[in-house]
């Protein structure tokens, strides 16, 4: 007696409607930039807002102010028959760290960065993130980049199309004789604030439970630091001047003021310090500056990458 042949299964449906994926043959992500999706959030966020533009336009203004310094000094030396050569270089740098301009970066960085980690620590989002195929590094790598290349981008573009502005009115003064580097000068001076601000944006945020809190501690970081710096220099030294500049430059503003001053290799002299028959007093070493500021980013993502956890973890 033969068994009876059973029937032949029933195929299941498939669970996902859509099946297209198998037949895909694009290119593929490598795992090396899984970070450039969380970075890109951040890019995207500041075309969205209305407060970057805003912020934005009022540094480009600054430029505009300068240019027509410029503009005005030039004709007026010429009118004067003055000996002394033009410099090109001052301008720029003038543009670049002057009060306007700082506070306008200043205030992208706090903008755009206060919430990034804070907001999703607040609301639990890192258990979602670092579920996904991204690990901590890719997350925290991403918002700094994000925010860095968000205020990179405020900072360079201004400057280049000034650049490219004083080139075509001034190449027949001999522009070009006295900047050969200027482009190379520019780029470096726009990542000096970039890089910090974003630093410790990321930084202060990581160790915050809501945005406003992160954005007032850097706010107050950023203005205290340079308040305090002042006030220590004149008490203690007041008879040392370069002492007084180092220690002046020992803040947050000042640390990006005295890489740019050597950066653009322009010498600053302050009301304070000037004194009949001597010369300016330059800013203080450039391995001083970048060895503080080499610091601050370390310690500011080191102290990042501890608060990124998919769990909250209890240690007793």
Known sequence: MTKPVPPPPVATASPIADLSYRSYTGPLRNRSVRWWVVALYTIRKARKSQGFWVLSAVCVLSYIFHAILFYVQANVSSVMMSQKPTDYVLPFFSAMNGNLNAYCLMGICMLLGAGSIAGDQRVNALMVYLSKPITRADYLIGKWVGLMLTIFSVAVVPSLLFY????????????????????????????????????????????????????????????????????????????????????????????????????????????EFRIPGQPGIPAPPLSFSLSIAFALVVVSIAAARTKIHAVEVVRG
């Open 164 to 271: 490219l502005m004083m080139m075509a009115a001034y190449s027949s003064n001999g522009f070009f004789a006295h900047t050969h580097w200027l482009p190379v000068q520019i780029v470096l001076a726009a990542l000096v604030p970039s890089v910090l601000l974003s630093a410790l944006m990321t930084g202060i945020s990581a160790w915050s439970r809501s945005s406003f809190t992160a954005g007032a501690l850097f706010a107050s970081l950023y203005i205290l630091t340079g308040i305090i710096a002042n006030i220590i220099g004149f008490a203690m030294f007041t008879h040392h001047m370069n002492v007084i500049v180092m220690v002046r430059h020992a803040s947050i503003p000042g640390i990006i003021d005295a890489i740019a001053q050597r950066i653009f290799s322009v010498t600053i002299t302050r009301h």
